[in-house]
């Protein structure tokens, strides 16, 4: 079984910065792309950001140049930096794993539980 466990959340002022950790742990084979997803009360799930293995990166239009993904390959951990944050980034962050586990041929989607940010003055 894999886990994957968010942490990092917590209320912060415009302007202000946070750093989302995420860390996937269990019978892992491999992984894939790491991501992070973002839902705002009233709003559908959105991809933030993704890194793949090597390292290249993807974001959201919304996030270019404020917020960075990041991972660390031999903890299975993925990171946010996020900086500049505006309201509008208020919402519940989902780490997305794309993983093998151990005993299966193949890949497979696994999510933490969430973790919330609340930019608020």
């Known amino acids: 079984q894999v886990q994957v466990v968010e942490s990092g959340g917590g209320l912060v002022q415009p302007g202000g910065s946070l750093r989302l950790s995420c860390a996937a742990s269990?019978?892992?084979?491999?992984?894939?792309?790491m991501n992070w997803y973002r839902q705002a009360p009233g709003k559908e799930r959105e991809l933030v950001a993704t890194?793949?293995?090597?390292?290249?990166?993807f974001y959201a239009d919304s996030v270019k140049g404020r917020l960075t993904i990041s991972r660390e390959n031999a903890k299975n951990t993925v990171y946010l930096q996020m900086n500049s944050l505006r309201p509008e980034d208020t919402a519940v962050y989902y780490c997305?794993?794309?993983?093998?586990?151990?005993?299966?041929?193949?890949?497979?989607?696994?999510w933490g539980q969430g973790t919330q940010v609340t930019v608020s003055s």
């Open positions: 269990g019978s892992i084979l491999a992984i894939a792309a």
């Open positions: 890194v793949s293995t090597g390292g290249s990166t």
């Open positions: 997305n794993v794309r993983a093998v586990p151990r005993g299966a041929t193949n890949y497979r989607d696994y």
